[in-house]
T-cell receptor, first 109, second 115 residues
Framework: AQRVTQPEKLLSVFKGAPVELKCNYSYSGSPELFWYVQYSRQRLQLLLRHISRESIKGFTADLNKGETSFHLKKPFAQEEDSAMYYCALSFGSASKIIFGSGTRLSIRP | DVKVTQSSRYLVKRTGEKVFLECVQDMDHENMFWYRQDPGLGLRLIYFSYDVKMKEKGDIPEGYSVSREKKERFSLILESASTNQTSMYLC??????????????FGPGTRLTVT
């Protein structure tokens, strides 16, 4: 069965420190992976997807098929990065997405 | 700019009431979804629809039903609300026929409290 695991409920780092939010997935097919973000009082929105291989707001994520991981990284955290982050896996003809349980990132000044 | 709107931001209902949550999207998207969002559990799919009058159960459909009579509108119905349905409900839409893009666009959410 398809599954997305985010092992950390809360991650707290100091401003300027590196950030890594972990995500592991379970899927027998070819995965399509995303990171979604929800800032305080805003709607959930797409941050980045693995197929585009781009950096958004300084964040990158590399798909590692051997380790079935899609960790989100940023070299220098900023206070405005504080938010809830969800890793997500897309599959199926109607492109259902299953979400991980989320990691709350808190950046300390 | 994609717009997904939900009929209410906050709703308080009594146990046993029938509850309707409405969602409208204006981007001619094929797919629409209803999730509930609970702390520590993430987003869980309740129902989704890939076409008018078509629906499929998600992971937690019990106690819910849906209706999609028009392409732009997807309704979630709680036939007899219970306290364990107190939650944040998110609607999303995706996929325009002319684009190979399955990004989901979310509404602002409805916080439902059942007392």
């Amino acid at each position: 069965a398809q599954r997305v695991t985010q092992p950390e409920k809360l991650l707290s780092v100091f401003k300027g420190a590196p950030v890594e939010l972990k995500c592991n997935y379970s899927y027998s097919g070819s995965p399509e992976l995303f990171w979604y973000v929800q800032y305080s009082r805003q709607r959930l929105q797409l941050l980045l997807r693995h197929i585009s291989r781009e950096s958004i707001k300084g964040f990158t994520a590399d798909l590692n098929k051997g380790e079935t991981s899609f960790h989100l990284k940023k070299p220098f955290a900023q206070e405005e990065d504080s938010a809830m982050y969800y890793c997500a896996l897309s599959f199926g003809s109607a492109s259902k997405i299953i979400f991980g349980s989320g990691t709350r990132l808190s950046i300390r000044p | 700019d994609v717009k997904v709107t939900q009929s209410s931001r906050y709703l308080v209902k009594r146990t046993g009431e029938k509850v309707f949550l409405e969602c409208v999207q204006d981007m001619d998207h094929e797919n629409m979804f209803w999730y509930r969002q609970d702390p520590g559990l993430g987003l869980r799919l309740i129902y989704f629809s890939y076409d008018v009058k078509m629906k499929e159960k998600g992971d937690i459909p019990e106690g819910y039903s849906v209706s999609r009579e028009k392409k732009e509108r997807f309704s979630l119905i709680l036939e007899s609300a219970s306290t364990n349905q107190t939650s944040m409900y998110l609607c999303a839409s995706s996929f325009h026929p002319g684009l190979a893009d399955y990004e989901q666009y979310f509404g602002p959410g409805t916080r439902l409290t059942v007392t």
